[in-house]
């Protein structure tokens, strides 16, 4: 008797009281995470029916191994930065000017001579100013050239190859201690540090794939899904 006394406090079974507190944090140690990730996603939330259509291309791209990364050549791609959309400014300060806010832009009305990124990959404030420290932002490949290049892009024409590029779905500027970290790493391989933009991210490859028709692995296949699956919509 004097044993189970010691186990009640003012009536309370203390036992009782302290399973319940240990099962509370089995809880939220398992669902944490997870939750904390769709907290973060939901300051990237993306159209329901975006999604849904990003479901079914993903569904739809080619499953096959990567080709052979020894025989990329990034001047296969055409000039870097090329005026592809002729509009009289390389494709690096469009999308500066399309990315930073508070842009300052030269007198020939294309050189972005300064700006402030909020970068998606890190989360973090960037000010940007052209000079030493320009490649503090730098322009990422959402889908990597060294990964096109390996799951289709080998057999295009140039043209077809430039146009990957330049084109804007494709490009974002951001951290570049991030984007060095990336490489050529598809979503198997790498996902923004920002668990939050995990999905946009994955969003804007699978679309990208979808449009150029490359394809993906299995691994990459199945970590895009789970990507999509922890997609915040609008």
Same mark, same amino acid.
């Given at each position: 008797m004097a ?9 309370v079974d203390v036992?009782w ?5 240990l099962m509370?944090?089995?809880v @939220? ?9 769709a907290?973060a996603s ?6 329901a029916?975006?999604?849904a ?8 791209l ?5 080709g ?9 791609f055409?000039?870097?930065?090329a005026?592809?959309?002729r ?6 300060d ?11 832009v ?7 001579l300064?700006g402030?990124?909020d ?8 000010r940007?100013?052209?000079g030493?420290?320009?490649a503090?932002v730098?322009?990422?490949h959402v889908?990597?050239?060294?990964d ?8 295009w ?6 146009r990957?590029?330049n084109?804007?779905?494709?490009l @974002?500027a951001v951290?570049g ?10 979503a198997a391989?790498?996902?923004p540090p ?7 991210y994955?969003l804007r490859?699978v ?18 899904r ?8 609008s």
């Amino acid at each position: 008797m004097a044993g189970a006394a010691s186990c009640t406090v003012a009536g309370v079974d203390v036992r009782w009281v302290w399973a319940t507190v240990l099962m509370v944090c089995l809880v @939220l140690g398992l669902g944490g995470p997870r939750w904390l990730a769709a907290r973060a996603s939901a300051r990237y939330p993306v159209p329901a029916a975006d999604l849904a259509v990003a479901r079914r291309t993903l569904d739809a791209l080619t499953v096959a191994p990567r080709g052979d990364a020894g025989t990329y050549d990034r001047a296969a791609f055409g000039t870097p930065w090329a005026d592809d959309d002729r509009n009289g400014c390389d494709t690096r300060d469009d999308v500066l000017h399309r990315d930073l806010t508070a842009v300052v832009v030269d007198t020939d009305g294309c050189t972005v001579l300064s700006g402030t990124l909020d970068d998606p990959y890190t989360g973090t404030v960037i000010r940007f100013a052209r000079g030493p420290g320009s490649a503090d932002v730098q322009i990422d490949h959402v889908v990597a050239l060294q990964d096109a290049w390996r799951t289709g892009a080998s057999e295009w024409s140039a043209r077809e190859r430039l146009r990957i590029a330049n084109d804007p779905a494709n490009l @974002l500027a951001v951290d570049g201690g991030a984007n060095q970290d990336k490489g050529a790493a598809d979503a198997a391989e790498w996902l923004p540090p920002s668990v939050g933009f995990r999905c946009a991210y994955v969003l804007r490859q699978v679309r990208v794939k979808g449009a150029y028709g490359l394809s993906v692995t299995a691994d990459e296949k199945r970590a895009m899904r789970r990507a999509l699956d922890r997609c915040v919509t609008s």
